[in-house]
Structures are given as C-alpha cells and as structure tokens.
DNA sequence: AAAAACTGTCTGTCTTGCATACAATTCGCG
DNA sequence: CGCGAATTGTATGCAAGACAGACAGTTTTT
C-alpha cells in the first residue's frame, strides 16, 4: 500500500525529471561524446590526427573521388568546415584534389600514397579505441546502441 | 553445412567491422552528439546560450555555492574551459563568485536572480528539446539510451 | 618543516562550427 | 532556348571549447 504510493511518486519524478540534469537525455550524449573524444584524441596523439580528419581519410577511401559536398552531407558538417579539414589533409599531402570529369563545379578527392599509409594506421588505433569502447557492452548492446543512436542522426 | 559456412563469414565480417565505417560505434556517437548539438543551439538562439554554459548553470542552481573545480569533475572539463565559461556567465550577470568559508582556495559560486530567470527559461528550452529527441524513442528506449550513455562516461 | 597536491588564474594554440560573401557552373522551369 | 535558382568550392572572420603550460596562494601529506 504505502510502497504503491511511492512507486507513484517515483513515476511522477521521473516524469518531470525530478528537475534534475541526470534525467536530461542530450546531457549524457554530451558527456558520452566528450569521454569518446577525450580517449580517442589520447590514442592518436602519435598520429596526430583528429576524429574528423580521420572521418574524412576514411570516407575518401571508401568512395573514390568523393566531391566536399559529399562529404560534408554524409558527415554533417558545413561546407567550409570540411573545406577546413580537407586544406589540414592536403597541406600533409594525405589528399589531393583533382578535376571532376562533367561537373566542372566539383572536384574529386582522393588519398596519396601518403595518406593510405596514414589511414592504414589510422584504422589500427580506431579499432583499439573501439575496442576500449565496447569493452563495457555485449555484441547485443553495441546493435542496440548503434540503432538508437542512428535514430538520433539519421 | 552451407548456411554455417555463410554464418562463420559474416561473423567475421561483423568482427572486422567490415571495414565500413557505419560499425565504428565511436562514429554514431559523434553523428548524434552533432545533431542534438545542432538541435539544442537552434532552440537556444534567442536565450543566446549553448549547452555547457546551461549545463552550468543548471549544476550551480543544483549545488549552491560549488566550486570550479567540482564542476570540472562533473562535467568532465578542464578548469581553464571550466573558468572561460564561467568568466562568460559572470560578464552577462548570471552568476557571482563568493569567498568560500574554510578552504580559502576555492570561491563558490551561485546564480543571480538574473541567472535565476534565465535558467527558468532555459530549462523550458530544454524540455522542449528533450522532447523533440525522445520522440523517436518509447520511455523504455530512453531508459535504455541513458544507461548505456551511462556506462560510456561514468 | 618540507614536499606534494589542489585551486584559481592567465596565456596561447588548435580545431571545429557557422555566417557571410563571391565566382563559376549547372539545373529547372516557363 | 534562356534566365533565375540552386550547387560547389573558396575565402574570411568570429565564437566556443579543449588543452597545455605556467604561476601564486593555500591546504594536505609525509
């Protein structure tokens, strides 16, 4: 009897969210990402390269002659920030732009020897962070997460 | 006997990741903490304030009279970061920073009755927020989200 | 009492995000 | 077909945030 009463007051606070920052959905996306981003800058130190940049060598790879619009609509960034990043690859010759066979707006991008070389080890320190990520979940959990959070941004 | 054969290879595939970047658990976070980044700083236009400056906020109405550095431990940043943004604050009236009684290193901190108002509006701003994320997911999902969001930072 | 740790402050650098503007190019619609 | 609209890359400037390094005052530890 008494316990019913609280169970009610406990559905009542979470939902209000008691009022607390804890029951705020974005506000552990927030510290997630920033606790991601914290490891992830400590594994490529060496590398020097950020999550971004490594985004972008990735995508590059994976889609030949990529244009920046591309990229930034696949990873969500505004045109002059991926402007940005691409001049940071370039200026370290990972990429080269090249000219677009019909659409003389566009360019292709595309990795120099350089650049795969770069990704190559990009891609080992990636699965290490990711490893230490998954560390805490099961395979059923990453899914989950995956999909939920694919729900956020897709 | 075939379908076995198939089964072993996807797993390593799923292993490998598939070399895709769609399995990189650490890059569905980073695409969703973009898009409720970007979703929050349309909310927040008018009020003119961005996540971390409502998150402390928010923790200084919760915990009167903390110090910098706890907020630093709470919310995972730096004491310079932790100080900008509070210099922010202090400049637009928001909060004001007091001696602290018995350890005279520390200052505490606590919200102005104009930082009181603006905090009133804020947490409409973000309930709204929060409602346009969770629309996607049941109570259960979100639960969910939050534990696993959990488990990455705590 | 000396060493180590904590707290706030300051400075400077780097990355990112976004607004704005411009020129060249391509596309869509009348 | 032709002209306005949309797309693409580029450039510039500004704000926010992360972090490193240094410094001084204070507290805790040893």
Redesign the interface.
């Given at each position: 009897m008494h316990s019913s009463a609280r169970k009610i007051a406990a559905n009542a606070e979470d939902d209000a969210?008691i009022?607390?920052?804890d029951?705020?959905?974005?506000?552990?996306?927030?510290?997630?990402?920033?606790?991601?981003y914290?490891h992830?800058t400590e594994t490529f130190v060496d590398l020097e390269l950020t999550?971004k940049q490594v985004?972008v060598l990735?995508?590059i790879d994976?889609h030949p002659d990529i244009a920046q619009a591309d990229i930034g609509r696949r990873?969500?960034m505004d045109r002059a920030t991926v402007m940005a990043i691409v001049n940071r690859l370039q200026k370290r010759g990972f990429v080269e732009r090249g000219a677009s066979t019909g659409d003389r707006r566009r360019q292709t991008l595309h990795l120099t020897s350089t650049g795969q070389a770069a990704l190559a080890q990009a891609?080992a320190s990636?699965?290490e962070?990711?490893a230490w990520?998954?560390s805490?979940?099961t395979?059923r959990?990453?899914a989950?997460?995956?999909d939920?959070?694919?729900?956020?941004?897709e």
């Open positions: 969210d009022g607390g920052i029951g705020i959905v974005g506000f552990h996306i927030r510290l997630a990402h920033g606790a991601v914290r992830f999550q985004s990735w995508l994976e990873l969500q891609r990636v699965l962070h990711e990520l998954k805490r979940f395979p959990e990453v989950l997460l995956i939920l959070l694919k729900r956020i941004h």
